[in-house]
């Protein structure tokens, strides 16, 4: 993989193989993880639905490579779809966008005159980061209603505020993955063990004789 040109490990079809995988991911995490709640993915370092992901388009990029070679994925564009599902599980993972959409609500919609949430901290919740109308989110804890133009309203400005902040937050990690890339890399030579598997696995496209390996 180290040996292909540079200047096309980031290509359109790569990306656009990694978006249309987003809601699939997503989908398939937040009805595991959410719904069922019987399969905590994204709680463990290496995520297995990416993996899978990964695995299956190996298999028809190899079907690719033995009658399309012209067309079939390079390692970095495999690398690339990976990162790019693996991002999106991040943030739609455990404790994070799970958590968060229960949170902008949670604290109206659980108080009550016993627990006195109401005067003790809800009246200095920011009403641009929490929907604090009861009956918006009637529809959202209970269900049985359809969108409407309160809801949109109520949602709007905390959606938008909450957005901004994950936007900021991962312009933030990439600027930590910056400054300590070169010391880890380059000088502290860190293996990243996490990473290992699905490099193994995309290696020549996955061709690399990883799956016929007795030993994994």
């Known amino acids: 993989m180290c040996q292909e040109n540079s200047r ?8 656009i193989i990694g978006i249309i995988l987003i809601p699939l991911n997503n989908y398939w995490v937040m009805m595991t993880e959410v719904k069922w709640y019987v399969l905590q993915g994204t709680s463990i370092p290496l995520f297995v639905r990416p993996i899978f992901m990964l695995f299956l388009i190996i298999g028809i990029n190899l079907l690719l490579k033995k009658y399309f070679p012209k067309v079939a994925l390079r390692s970095a564009e ?3 779809i990976y990162f790019i599902v693996v991002i999106s599980g991040t943030f739609n993972g455990h404790d994070m966008l799970q958590n968060l959409l229960g949170s902008i609500g949670h604290s109206t919609w659980f108080a009550t005159e016993e627990n006195e949430w109401k ?20 529809g959202f804890y209970e269900g049985e209603e359809s969108f409407n133009m309160a809801a949109i309203k109520a949602w709007l400005f905390p959606m938008v505020a909450w957005t901004i902040f994950m936007l900021a937050l991962i312009f933030i990690m990439m600027c930590i993955n910056v400054l300590v890339r070169r010391q880890w890399t380059e000088h502290e ?27 994994m």
């Open 189 to 215: 030579k860190i293996a990243y063990p996490i990473i290992q598997l699905p490099v193994a696995m995309m290696r020549q496209g996955g061709a690399s004789g990883f799956f016929s390996n007795k030993v």
């Open 78 to 80: 495999l690398l690339i």
């Open 119 to 138: 005067t003790l901290f809800l009246e200095h919740v920011p009403s641009w980061l929490f929907v604090k109308d009861k009956d918006v989110l009637r």
């Open 8 to 15: 096309q490990y980031i290509t359109l079809r790569a990306v």
